[in-house]
């Protein structure tokens, strides 16, 4: 199971820390990734990070601004997400994948929404 939270209205280049805690696996096995999905839009990748942490990949549109970690003692993922743009306003979700880019488990999303 995972679980996002941190989701926020907030001002243009405002931040925002989101978290997923994950429950009911060996965490530590899989490839994370954080996705949005904007109102009529399709849902996009946003950052993924390997098992240890040790690689990590972003979208075009949030690198330099965002940056995913992780703790795998806390079975948390975040993303921090700074210098927010109103363009970034959607429902954020993690998600778990034992081979990338078969995300196979999903959390039920937070909203974030950015005022320009």
């Known amino acids: 199971q995972l679980v996002e939270s941190g989701g926020g209205s907030v001002q243009a280049r405002d931040s925002l820390r989101l978290s997923c805690a994950a429950s009911?696996?060996?965490?530590?096995?899989?490839?994370m990734g954080w996705f949005r999905q904007a109102p009529g839009k399709e849902r996009e990748f946003v950052a993924g990070i390997s098992w240890s942490g040790g690689s990590t990949y972003y979208a075009d549109a949030v690198k330099g601004r965002f940056t995913i970690s992780r703790d795998n003692g806390k079975n948390t993922v975040y993303l921090q997400m700074n210098n927010l743009k109103a363009e970034d306003t959607a429902i954020y979700f993690c998600?778990?994948?034992?081979?990338?880019?078969?995300?196979?488990?999903w959390g039920q999303g937070t909203q974030v929404t950015v005022s320009s």
């Open positions: 009911g696996g060996t965490f530590s096995s899989y490839s």
């Open positions: 998600a778990a994948a034992r081979k990338v880019p078969q995300y196979a488990y």
